[in-house]
């Protein structure tokens, strides 16, 4: 291989896309997580101040929730479709001396 070959990390996309996912749940949590310590504070003003938060938080969260399931599916399709070109390349070298199909199903020569 040389050094101007593509190279894709299958593995670290995966695991990026994960780590997209477990961001995105946490983010999502958010609410739920003061909610639970709400009868620990005390002061009015600060169980105000994070109600607000957590009010503007649902407000621009979806948005985010949004943006990091493109993202994620980005990262999925990407692995598939490298995958399946791998697979493809390797049976047309298995199959015979010709490389990868061309475009219309066509075999090119390397």
């Known amino acids: 291989m040389s ?3 593509l190279k894709v990390p299958y593995e670290m996309l995966e695991e990026f896309g994960e780590e997209l996912e477990s961001v995105r ?3 999502n949590a958010t609410g739920r997580t ?3 310590y709400e009868d620990d504070i005390g002061d009015s003003s600060v169980r105000k101040a994070l109600e607000d938060f957590v009010s503007n938080w649902r407000d621009g969260r979806q948005r985010i929730d949004d943006q990091l399931t493109a993202l994620k599916e980005i990262a999925d399709m990407v ?3 490298f995958s399946a070109l791998d697979r493809e390349y390797e049976a047309s070298l298995e199959g015979n001396a010709e490389g990868p199909p061309a475009p219309g199903g066509e075999q090119t020569p390397i």
């Open 3 to 5: 050094d101007n070959d």
């Open 25 to 27: 749940t946490r983010m």
């Open 34 to 36: 003061v909610d639970n």
């Open 79 to 81: 692995v598939e479709e």
